[in-house]
């Protein structure tokens, strides 16, 4: 029997690869995003850091996003790949950022999601900051909020707390949502180093479905706890909003508040689960954002308490 969680490469390219690890690998995720695909490979290819691979993992499309991946991949065979889930499945976001990341040859692993696009100094620009700050695990940027593509407005998002300095671990955790106020990053705007990545077990596979909305999160919880990261001011990414995404059909289904309690459940479990210490801090305020789902009427007037106590006082 195949092994469900090894990968199945496809094209030309099949099995391609230089002697010479690259120094990135580009991982692009994608489900019946035909809409969108070519656009998102495009913003990667037009990167002025040439020292990567691509690999795209198809999570079981039934549309032509298979074939356009399947087209670059037979062009540039030796750069570019396509991955597929065992017996061509589909088992969700986690479990595709996971192949890819097992995949993955570079030091460093950057996620694109297939409706997202990066500026063309992305790669650059991340791995310099890893350059200059070698003890650091993950570079994260700004987000533009990108809906001038229907002629919308954009609107751009300072991520983190702090910017353009370590960020030692758990502040981030107890500064960023989904715990803190400060704006949280964007997977696709992810680089984090891989064996970092491994050493955390990578994705958590069991949030599917509508749960997919906090998959990223769950990662990024176990990554500000155990890693030293960097939020830096600069933008390097249009995050795609439409209306088929899973923040929007989430939303829509009125579902957000029951997925985030399965979030802090599991975030509470997780730490429960740690051999060593955890911050005290973070136990608090996993408590304290559990007890807040699961009595909305009393959490309101403690947000508002919240806000108060975070406004300053005026001279």
Known sequence: MPDPRRPELS??????????????????????AADYLDEAIQSVLAQDFGDFELL??????????????????????????????????????????????????????AFIDADDRWSSAKLREQIDVFDRY???????????????????????????????????????????????????PCPSDLMVRRSAAMRLGGFEETFTGPLQLYED??????LYLHSTVFFDERCWLDYRQHDASCVASVSRDGRYDEVRRHFLCWFAE??????????ERVKAAVERALFRSRHPLVA??????????RKPARA
């Not at 570019?80 to 589909?90: A, E, M």
């Not at 909020?145 to 300072?158: A, C, E, H, L």
């Open 217 to 222: 999160q769950a990662f990024l919880a176990k």
């Open 56 to 109: 795209m993992v198809d999570d079981g499309s039934t549309d032509a996003s298979s074939a356009i991946a399947e087209a670059y991949s037979r062009e540039t065979p030796d750069r570019i790949r396509c991955l597929r889930h065992s017996n061509g499945s589909n088992r969700g976001m986690s479990a595709s950022r996971n192949l890819g990341l097992e995949t993955a040859r570079g030091e460093f692993v």
């Open 134 to 184: 070698p003890k650091i695990d993950a570079v994260f940027g700004s987000v533009n909020y990108w809906r001038s593509w229907t002629g919308g407005k954009d609107r751009p998002v300072r991520t983190g707390h702090v910017q353009n300095q370590p960020v030692l671990p758990p502040e981030a955790a107890l500064s960023l949502y989904p715990l803190g106020s400060a704006a949280a």
């Open 300 to 309: 309101r007037p403690l947000r508002l308490a919240d806000k108060l106590r």
């Open 11 to 32: 094209g030309s390219g099949t099995g391609a690869k230089s002697d010479r690890s690259p120094r990135v690998s580009v991982v692009i995720i994608f489900y019946n």
């Open 270 to 279: 997780y730490l429960a689960s740690r051999p060593h210490p955890v911050d």
